[in-house]
């Protein structure tokens, strides 16, 4: 069936203009952003089809390419979404005060579906609220040899910042801290100390999550 062939009141389009934003499904909502189908496959079923695929979200580009009716420009739209989504779930803690390492967790919950690891800074005044927004260190597996305390500080230093807190995924779901993230805290408290910049915690982000500093390693 093609999309003109379902009755108007029960498009995507209609159906927000008359009942809200709210009241259409995920596969509605991709179909908005999409506009079309293809030859053999209207936009709501595609849109349904591509949401069944696991990590649909994660895909790049030349990922989503692969799959049958989405061509360069659909797999643009779908990467500019999802960006945009990601960059706006990490502005939530704009201006946010942080009391506790569950308070991160709450704002930096998108982690948790990212299949790499992402390394987030977030730089505080003094009153404990988020200088402009979490900024983005690095994205991979943690490496001492390759996260440089300059790469994190910097920030600081330039947002004037009096303290600050690193946030990462674990993309298995285990928050438990591994050798590097130790190893990567203790050295990056070290370089703190010497700035006069003060690292108020680590948290780890998946299913749940975990602290440095709830736990007494910070």
């Known amino acids: 069936m093609k999309i003109k062939d379902i009755p108007i009141e029960n498009q995507p389009r209609e159906r927000l203009k008359r009942n809200g934003i709210d009241s259409l499904s995920n596969a509605e909502l991709l179909a908005i952003i999409l506009q079309k189908g293809s030859k053999n496959e209207n936009v709501i079923d595609l849109s349904n089809r591509l949401l069944s695929i696991p990590n649909f979200n994660e895909m790049s580009i030349h990922e989503l390419q692969k799959i049958k009716g989405i061509g360069e420009a659909k797999s643009m739209q779908i990467k500019a979404i999802f960006?945009?989504?990601?960059?706006?779930n990490s502005k939530q803690v704009y201006n946010k005060e942080i009391t506790c390492a569950k308070d991160v967790y709450e704002n930096?919950?998108?982690?948790k579906d990212k299949k790499k690891e992402h390394l987030y800074g977030l730089y505080l005044d003094t009153k404990n609220k988020i200088i402009d927004k979490a900024e983005l260190?690095?994205?991979g597996i943690l490496d001492a040899s390759l996260i440089h305390?300059?790469?994190?500080f910097s920030q600081a230093i330039r947002k004037s910042a009096k303290s600050m807190i690193l946030v990462h995924n674990h993309p298995s779901g285990d928050t438990n801290p591994s050798d590097e993230d130790i190893d990567i805290t203790k050295r990056l408290?070290?370089?703190?100390?010497?700035?006069?910049?003060?690292?108020?915690?680590?948290?780890?982000?998946?299913?749940?999550?975990?602290?440095?500093?709830?736990?007494?390693?910070l």
């Open 83 to 88: 960006e945009l989504s990601n960059r706006l």
């Open 149 to 152: 305390p300059r790469e994190i």
């Open 108 to 111: 930096m919950y998108f982690l």
């Open 137 to 139: 260190i690095s994205i």
């Open 189 to 217: 408290m070290d370089a703190a100390k010497l700035l006069e910049i003060k690292l108020l915690d680590h948290v780890i982000i998946g299913e749940d999550f975990f602290s440095f500093r709830e736990k007494g390693l």
